[in-house]
């Protein structure tokens, strides 16, 4: 190329990278703004053509061992209970020793392996500032945790509650274990602490407007089977209401009263009987199940003696059921939704499948402690007790990708990827539109030298520095004419974007819409602007400012956005 020629194409380069931000500055002087329609941009289109996960799309990955104590010396054995994942930190929120019923936190390692030992974050604490009593005059010992907009949310219930009393079950707190004077509760939650005092969980954002509510609650199968579920049970409800109502509304979704058990509780079955246990619930993105994992016994029924019910693995005297195996139970959310919507009884809904890990204890001890799901990876994570050294098992969900039909009109779009595609190169994503395009940009606050980066099927390889793409990126896509971008691929598993303070053009990888004020909250004190376009005819921007409003849009799935920070954070997705 001769200086002359390479003179020229600098020339247009230039001029193709600023482009973008010329329409910002053109389009904000000329004031246009309107709001956006809702687009429903994921296919399948309707929650009843989300697929059911089966037991082939639960896989497991491995495990790793957590100290047998933190760093004040506090014991970790027969640990695990009141299990609940913090996307914060990367770890899991996990109860110490039962005797004591305190609360830690313990990172989850890079290499999941028995010979990686998980790091302690924080030491173990009376995360209810010796409230726990004030659940019930009997035991009471830690639920199920629950990190929802950067509070910790902590159920509780009564061990042995013979008179059926217990009413409060829920506290807030900071998620800082340190910190003290800051818990709240406990709270009644729902009607009935018997079935929404233990594991709790989150509901996808696709079924939250659906179902009523973005979080679950749930509890089964503990002491006096009459005063809680003879099978899963879940609420659904608002977690930010705890500390904010008393009672915090819950609605009942599921749950077995001993006239309607799951199974008769005092037979060999392969749903439900006395021996059974529900630790942990997960709800899938992209799919319309609802699992359970618990313990269950498979052999006959029995209750007596470790010897008299030829139970080599609980000598107690109680309730026995050997073998005993991990199982987990899954269930439609269409059903869960009748429920909700008064067309059937909570009871008289049934799982579509069982199925068992075999993975964990092959003894038939199955002692399962705990489980929580991390919806932005799929996984699953489980405790086991053995004794004075617990282990965490991880089992990953994979569903069927998902497919994003995008508009484009003739021109320029703001757009992004809602799902992760398995070729993450520009030509790749685009390949639905080949020959439709002529340039997309993008603007990356971390490259301050060169921000604007350029590809175009017509650009020399040397000039095109826009090589991959991910669903963190806004994107400036011009067509030649109006078509339909085809994407397929897996939900991104993102739980935060890092913000330069300044401009940073962001994607939004979701799969359902969301407000400003919802979407924008972990961004308190740092987002000074936010940008939406919509493309033309007529094209038109809206705005959005922390505390004053603006112009009523919403956040899509498929669509870029403008934010202007006035320091370095880290949005923390909805």
């Given at each position: ?18 482009l ?8 904000l ?46 014991p970790?054995g027969?640990?695990?209970h009141a ?67 950067g509070?910790?949310?902590?159920s509780?219930?009564?061990y ?43 509901v ?43 009672p ?37 993105p ?23 019910c ?18 987990v ?22 799982p ?21 799901y991390?919806?932005a990876?799929?996984?699953v ?26 508009p ?5 779009n ?27 940009l ?9 921000p ?30 109006t078509?339909?971008l ?15 303070a ?37 094209s038109?921007w ?6 004053q ?20 954070c ?5």
């Amino acid at each position: 190329m001769t200086h002359s020629a390479h003179s020229t194409f600098t020339q247009r380069r230039h001029a193709w990278l600023v482009l973008g931000l010329f329409i910002i500055l053109w389009t904000l002087a000329a004031g246009e703004r309107v709001a956006p329609p809702i687009e429903a941009l994921a296919s399948p289109e309707t929650l009843a053509d989300l697929p059911l996960v089966q037991a082939a799309n639960v896989q497991y990955v491995g495990a790793f061992r957590v100290p047998n104590q933190d760093g004040n010396g506090n014991p970790l054995g027969y640990s695990g209970h009141a299990l609940g994942y913090n996307p914060a930190n990367h770890a899991l929120f996990f109860g110490g020793h039962d005797w004591y019923q305190e609360l830690c936190e313990v990172g989850i390692p890079i290499t999941i392996s028995l010979s990686s030992t998980a790091p302690i974050l924080q030491n173990c604490t009376d995360v209810t500032e010796g409230r726990l009593g004030q659940v019930d005059d009997y035991t009471v010992k830690l639920g199920g945790t629950l990190v929802y907009n950067g509070r910790l949310i902590v159920s509780a219930f009564s061990y042995y509650d013979a008179d059926g009393n217990q009413v409060l079950s829920h506290f807030a707190s900071t998620p800082n274990l340190a910190q003290t004077g800051d818990v709240q509760g406990p709270y009644q939650v729902g009607d009935w602490a018997g079935i929404v005092s233990g594991y709790m969980g989150m509901v996808p954002p696709e079924w939250r407007s659906a179902l009523g509510g973005p979080a679950l609650t749930g509890q089964c199968c503990i002491s006096i089977i009459s005063r809680t579920s003879a099978g899963p049970a879940v609420s659904v409800f608002e977690p930010d209401d705890v500390g904010r109502t008393n009672p915090v509304t819950a609605t009942a979704l599921l749950y077995y009263p001993l006239s309607h058990p799951l199974a008769p509780e005092t037979t060999q079955n392969g749903l439900f009987n006395l021996a059974t246990a529900i630790k942990g619930v997960a709800f899938p993105p992209g799919t319309r199940s609802v699992l359970f994992f618990g313990r269950h016994g498979t052999g006959p029924y029995c209750y007596g003696t470790g010897e008299e019910c030829n139970d080599p693995v609980d000598s107690s005297k109680g309730t026995h059921s050997y073998p005993y195996v991990h199982q987990v139970w899954a269930y439609d959310a269409l059903d869960l939704l009748a429920v909700k919507n008064g067309q059937m009884e909570p009871w008289e809904v049934r799982p579509y499948a069982t199925w068992q890990l075999n993975e964990m204890d092959a003894t038939g001890g199955a002692t399962i402690r705990g489980a929580t799901y991390d919806p932005a990876s799929g996984r699953v994570y489980i405790t086991e007790g053995y004794g004075e050294e617990p282990v965490v098992h991880v089992y990953q969900i994979t569903v069927s990708p998902t497919e994003v039909y995008l508009p484009l009109v003739q021109g320029w779009n703001l757009i992004s990827l809602s799902v992760v595609p398995a070729n993450p190169t520009v030509p790749g994503i685009l390949a639905s539109i080949a020959g439709q395009y002529d340039r997309v940009l993008t603007y990356m606050a971390t490259d301050a030298k060169n921000p604007w980066k350029m590809y175009g099927p017509t650009v020399p390889p040397y000039a095109a520095d826009l090589t991959a793409v991910d669903a963190q990126m806004g994107l400036w896509v011009h067509t030649v004419l109006t078509t339909t971008l085809h994407v397929t691929g897996t939900a991104p598993a993102i739980t935060g974007i890092p913000l330069r303070a300044g401009w940073n053009l962001v994607g939004y990888p979701r799969q359902t819409a969301a407000s400003p004020l919802q979407a924008f909250g972990s961004l308190a004190g740092c987002l000074l602007e936010a940008w939406a376009y919509e493309p033309g005819p007529p094209s038109a921007w809206s705005r959005y400012v922390p505390g004053q409003g603006g112009d009523p849009f919403t956040l899509q799935p498929g669509r870029g956005y403008w934010l202007r920070t006035s320091q370095a954070c880290t949005w923390a997705l909805p």
